[in-house]
């Protein structure tokens, strides 16, 4: 268990919102220390502290965490009895040491949030600016307090930056305690994970709004042998968001939208865990900042509606790249021209996993061997095509561009659909899941 105190700053008036919720806090975790000192059982102890005078600032979870910290100080002494404030503190305003109000002080305790990793590491405060100095402190949905935190040594900045990187990604449970000057971030290490990673082994991806396809390749004396091919389908939900008529406002929109945020964060990470799995030390994305800017793309509305505002393209690459970072996978984005048109040319998986198998390749050759085979060595295509195709189609053609030139002008069909390969399929994690995964062979 680490524990991190760290001073932090608010003005005034937050000060004062946070002493209130201290006292509040400190008034129900007393009581549920004293009724659980005479045997009661956590639900009629809730109930209970419920019906309390004066807390109407703590909300259900706050009154949850105080009644937990009553729960585990009566376990803790069980037969000892506990001055709240200190024997110390009592001995001295017994003595006229200190006056009322400071032992009142002296009384108040932490408040307390009991971590969740379902609610990105506590469901109460907002760990994704934290690195960058500020701690969100979400008192109810309408009140959030900014708690400023100075700037820490290196070994506090690296754990502020893993709590910060997992909490985002539903992988850590953070506990907050606060008091007037200082906050407290309790939390377990994460596992090291002592991972093997093979430099001849890397994994390629390729983006789409409907298809994350990912291939698994190894090179071995300098060919590339493909060892795992899979396709995330997002089509089921998309599909539903694209048929919504209602405004982006509505409750119905508002949860698909939300669904589909969740189901892209869980394929990043679905994704990682098979790159770590097969030790892949590499990971090839498409480089898509340049493909898609903001602005009309001339497809139509539908089109535009899709990849401008449902596709969550962002929401993707920012949670594979923390994940990766954090078990020492390397990143790297790759330039997509033509992956597509060579990837289908070459291989007989469905599209997206074809695509990806040309990303993995180029990412490996360009950026890793740096040999600058941008493009495969042979102008080869697969028997399948070259039987479809007359024998003429592609004469001429002397390098990988011209083929996809004349393919794109000629408009002949090259992409593999996925009735026409081999696969298993099944939901992603769940049956509530809308994501369908193919498994090729």
Not at 32 to 51: I, M, P, S, T, W
Not at 100 to 112: A, G, H, M, P, Q
Not at 165 to 182: A, G, Y
Request: one cysteine or more; a positive charge.
């Amino acid at each position: 268990m680490i524990t991190l105190k760290i001073p932090y700053t608010t003005n005034e008036q937050n000060s004062q919102i946070i002493k209130d919720l201290r006292s509040q806090y400190s008034c129900v975790l007393r009581t549920a220390y004293n009724r659980f000192h005479e045997g009661l059982k956590q639900k009629d102890v809730r109930e209970q502290c419920r019906q309390l005078n004066g807390i109407e600032r703590l909300n259900s979870w706050l009154l949850q965490s105080a009644v937990m910290d009553g729960q585990a100080l009566q376990t803790r002494f069980k037969n000892e009895k506990v001055i709240f404030g200190g024997k110390k503190n009592l001995r001295l305003r017994t003595e006229n040491k200190i006056s009322k109000e400071e032992f009142k002080e002296k009384r108040l305790s932490c408040v307390s949030s009991q971590g969740e990793a379902l609610h990105k590491g506590n469901r109460m405060f907002d760990f994704s600016k934290l690195v960058e100095g500020t701690l969100i402190f979400k008192v109810s949905r309408k009140q959030h307090i900014d708690l400023q935190i100075p700037k820490q040594r290196k070994n506090y900045q690296e754990k502020l930056k893993t709590i910060q990187n997992l909490s985002q990604t539903n992988d850590l449970t953070v506990t907050v305690k606060l008091d007037d000057k200082f906050v407290y971030l309790i939390y377990d290490e994460p596992k090291t994970l002592e991972n093997k990673l093979l430099e001849t082994r890397y994994l390629g991806i390729d983006l789409n709004p409907n298809h994350v396809g990912i291939s698994v390749m190894e090179d071995v004396q300098g060919t590339q042998n493909v060892l795992y091919v899979q396709d995330f389908d997002f089509s089921e939900i998309t599909e539903k968001l694209m048929k919504e008529k209602n405004s982006s406002s509505s409750e119905r929109f508002k949860y698909l939208n939300n669904k589909l945020n969740h189901e892209v964060i869980q394929v990043a990470k679905q994704i990682s865990l098979i790159a770590l799995k097969f030790n892949c030390k590499f990971v090839f994305l498409e480089n898509l900042d340049k493909n898609f800017n903001t602005g009309n793309t001339n497809k139509g509305h539908n089109f535009n509606r899709l990849v401008r505002n449902l596709w969550k393209k962002c929401n993707f690459v920012e949670t594979l790249e923390k994940r990766l970072q954090l078990v020492g996978i390397k990143s790297f984005k790759v330039n997509p021209a033509y992956t597509s048109y060579i990837g289908n040319l070459r291989h007989e998986y469905f599209d997206s996993c074809n695509a990806a198998c040309e990303i993995a390749r180029r990412g490996y050759e360009v950026i890793i061997k740096k040999n600058r085979q941008f493009y495969p060595k042979d102008l080869n295509i697969k028997t399948s095509l070259e039987n479809q195709w007359k024998k003429e189609t592609l004469e001429g053609c002397k390098s990988w561009k011209d083929i996809c030139l004349k393919i794109k002008n000629l408009k002949l069909r090259y992409r593999v659909l996925l009735e026409e390969t081999n696969f298993k399929q099944f939901k992603m994690l769940s049956k509530k899941s809308m994501i369908n995964i193919y498994q090729f062979s």
